[in-house]
């Protein structure tokens, strides 16, 4: 999706789920600045001045500022994980992006439906 991401994630002793998603987000911040700064990106000036905003407005980051402070974690430990899996599959679906959800270039139905995707999922 163009907005938002979803993730299963597991940690393990001695890690919690917070500690992956703030590296998660370190790392990735890093990357996405990174490919905008170097790379050719059309809306590069946008792109820059919006995260500069988002960094001076929050205060929590020192030149550009990507993700937001919030995360919205759901323990999947008594759900049903699949049903979770499916509705993240379907979710570029249900916006209209794609006609079926291994079509998303960006997401891991792919590799559920057989394929290898972008990203390295382990399905299991």
Do not use: C
Not at 32 to 53: C, H, N, V, Y
Not at 86 to 107: K, M
């Amino acid at each position: 999706m163009s907005n938002h991401i979803h993730l299963i994630v597991k940690a393990r002793e001695p890690y919690r789920i917070s500690d992956i998603l703030r590296d998660f987000k370190k790392h990735t911040s890093k990357k996405m600045q990174e490919a905008i700064l170097t790379g050719p990106e059309s809306r590069k000036e946008w792109l820059l001045d919006k995260f500069a905003f988002e960094a001076k407005k929050t205060g929590r980051a020192d030149f550009y500022k990507i993700w937001r402070d919030d995360n919205y974690a759901i323990d999947l430990s008594h759900l049903d994980v699949m049903g979770k899996v499916s509705y993240i599959h379907l979710n570029p679906v249900r916006a209209g992006l794609v006609e079926t959800p291994d079509h998303y270039l960006f997401r891991s139905a792919i590799d559920y439906a057989g394929g290898k995707g972008l990203m390295n999922v382990v399905v299991g």
